[in-house]
C-alpha cells in the first residue's frame, strides 16, 4: 500500500496551528506545514525532534581545526623548518597567539562551507534539481499543510477535515 500526501492550503498562521491538533485528534498524520515566515510552536506541534545540525557544525569546525594545525606542523616541521631565536618551529603552547589567527580563520571557513553544503543537500537544492512546487504563494502569504493519506476514504476524510477546519481549498 502506498502512502500519499493531501495537502490543505491555508491564509493564517492561527488557522494552522489549532488545525494541527484537532488533525491528530482524528488520527491523521500531519506529516510537514510549508510557511513563508517561521511559526512559534509549530516543531512542537508537529512532533519534530531536535535537529542534529549543531552537531554537524561542530564536526566541520574540528575538521577545519584540525587541518590548520596539520597545515601548521608540515610547513614549520616537515616541509620549511627554520630557527628561528632558538625557538621550537611548533611548540602550541610557547608560540600560541601565532597559531591563533591561521587556526580559528580555517575553523570558521571548513564548518561554513559544510554547513552550506550540508544544507543544499539536505533540502535537495542541487543545481539542476527540479523544485517540488506545491503552491506558489506558500512562499509569500499561504500555509501549506501536508497529511499522510493511505487509502482513497482517508483521501475523502482528510480533505474534509481540512476543509472544515479552515484550508481555502485542498490538493
Not at 509549530?42 to 561542530?58: E, N, P, V, W, Y
Not at 539536505?122 to 506545491?134: A, D, M, N, Q, T
Request: with cysteine; glycine share 6%.
Amino acid at each position: 500500500m502506498s502512502t500519499k500526501i493531501a495537502y490543505g492550503i491555508f491564509d493564517d498562521d492561527d488557522v494552522v496551528m489549532h488545525a494541527i491538533p484537532k488533525l491528530q485528534e482524528k488520527k491523521f498524520k500531519v506529516v510537514d506545514v510549508i510557511s513563508p515566515f517561521p511559526i512559534h510552536g509549530l516543531d512542537h506541534a508537529l512532533g519534530l525532534k531536535r535537529t542534529r545540525i549543531s552537531m554537524a557544525a561542530f564536526m566541520y569546525g574540528i575538521t577545519g581545526t584540525s587541518l590548520a594545525l596539520l597545515m601548521m606542523w608540515y610547513m614549520n616541521i616537515w616541509d620549511w623548518p627554520m630557527d628561528i631565536g632558538g625557538k621550537p618551529s611548533f611548540a602550541l603552547y610557547k608560540n600560541l597567539p601565532a597559531f591563533i589567527p591561521v587556526t580559528f580563520e580555517s575553523t570558521v571557513l571548513c564548518a561554513a562551507h559544510g554547513m552550506v553544503i550540508t544544507f543544499y543537500l539536505r533540502s535537495k537544492l542541487l543545481p539542476g534539481v527540479e523544485p517540488h512546487v506545491i503552491d506558489v504563494r506558500a512562499t509569500d502569504d499561504r500555509f501549506v499543510m501536508a497529511i499522510e493519506v493511505k487509502t482513497d476514504a482517508d483521501k475523502d476524510a482528510a480533505h474534509a477535515a481540512m476543509k472544515a477546519l479552515g484550508a481555502m481549498y485542498v490538493k
